[in-house]
């Protein structure tokens, strides 16, 4: 615990010995100044539970510096106790208050009255400090809560937009094959239904991993989703998820070069890197804007790397620190299709792995993410707990 700090002002060395003596056992930490001059600059550094002010000073005296402390806004709200060895003098003691004190002790001094005041305002003190980190998780509390409002409101629109389109066109097409089932001597064409069928399954191919991105992070929130070991060779999988890929590389004009290590094996869930590997291939071939996307694995001593680079515009400096949240995406194809969920999945995965996930590149110059992995993935078959939303 943090001591209490207490502010001891006077000219003379022995005033301030006795002074720091009678308050020993009281737990507080005395700060001795000699001058008005040197009282302010240890209240630049210190905050001040409490300042005990001797008012005969020569240069500064204790009523000029309880003035310049009272027009301060770091120390107006600190508690400013007199001290004087001079008679008690109704015009002196009205001045003082005037000055901003809040009491006057007269030598000789109480032992009992000076520590009895000073754990009155130590005890306010408290309850201010307290009163300000209550104010301060309230505030913080607030925010989250007004992210949070915000969050569900572009998941609503972006995920609304995202699932309507498909869904619109597999209504439309159905009516169509409706009408025309019932139009009286119609006749099945083969070939007509294969292509409509055909259309029917896109459509229904662009639902399902929409569905399961809110499904995973359904799970995430949750501490649903779990991640089972098994042993497996990082670049081999990464090569076949590439494999896989290459449909929709060629359709976006992209190409991929490889340079995955033999022999990256480790024990992680596979299913779930494989879904590392397939969001950020994704992420490279929505915003890469064509190129080449390089797939590169590396074992550097008791970890794994995946680094996965593209040749697009890069990512902006304002957006590396949010585009991990959820259903944020980038200036640059922040007009393309998706929730905003895969980076978000990536993360969540890889920490659950005991990993972590660095982003690089710079505008104009491409994007790199790289995914470090131990060989032995923490906390498997076992539930995953990420932070709430």
Not at 356 to 380: C, D, H, I, N, Y
């Amino acid at each position: 615990m943090i001591p209490v700090k207490c502010l001891l002002v006077d000219d003379r060395d022995e005033n301030l010995i006795a002074l720091e003596a009678l308050l020993a056992n009281e737990g507080l930490e005395c700060l001795r100044a000699r001058s008005g001059a040197e009282a302010l600059n240890l209240l630049l550094d210190h905050d001040c539970a409490l300042a005990l002010v001797d008012v005969h000073m020569p240069e500064m005296d204790g009523f000029e510096l309880a003035e310049l402390m009272r027009g301060a806004e770091r120390t107006r709200n600190i508690p400013i106790i007199f001290v004087t060895a001079g008679p008690e003098d109704r015009t002196r003691v009205f001045q003082g208050y005037e000055a901003g004190a809040v009491d006057f002790l007269f030598k000789p001094l109480s032992e009992h009255v000076v520590k009895s005041k000073v754990r009155v305002f130590v005890e306010l003190y408290h309850q201010r400090t307290l009163l300000k980190e209550q104010v301060e998780l309230l505030r913080r509390s607030e925010e989250a809560t007004r992210q949070a409002v915000e969050a569900r409101n572009r998941f609503i629109s972006i995920a609304g937009h995202e699932l309507r389109t498909p869904l619109t066109v597999l209504r439309l097409q159905l009516d169509m094959a409706r009408r025309a089932l019932l139009r009286e001597g119609a006749s099945l064409d083969p070939a007509g239904y294969a292509r409509l069928l055909e259309r029917l399954r896109g459509q229904v191919d662009r639902l399902v991993p929409l569905v399961d991105e809110m499904l995973d992070v359904a799970r995430i929130q949750s501490g649903r989703l779990q991640i089972r070991q098994e042993s497996f060779d990082l670049g081999a999988m990464a090569r076949d998820v590439a494999d896989r890929f290459q449909p929709l590389l060629q359709d976006a004009g992209c190409s991929v070069a490889l340079d995955c290590a033999e022999g990256v094996v480790g024990e992680w869930d596979r299913f779930r890197l494989e879904q590392v590997v397939s969001n950020l291939l994704s992420n490279a071939v929505r915003y890469g804007g064509g190129g080449v996307v390089t797939i590169r694995v590396r074992r550097d001593g008791k970890r794994a790397e995946l680094t996965i680079s593209d040749q697009g515009p890069g990512i902006a400096p304002a957006d590396l620190k949010r585009i991990f949240e959820p259903f944020e995406r980038g200036e640059v194809g922040a007009d393309l299709a998706g929730l905003g969920l895969g980076l978000h999945i990536v993360q969540q995965i890889v920490h659950m792995h005991g990993g972590s996930v660095r982003v690089g590149g710079e505008p104009g110059k491409g994007a790199q993410f790289t995914v470090s992995l131990p060989l032995v993935a923490a906390g498997a078959d076992s539930p995953a707990h990420a932070p709430t939303l």
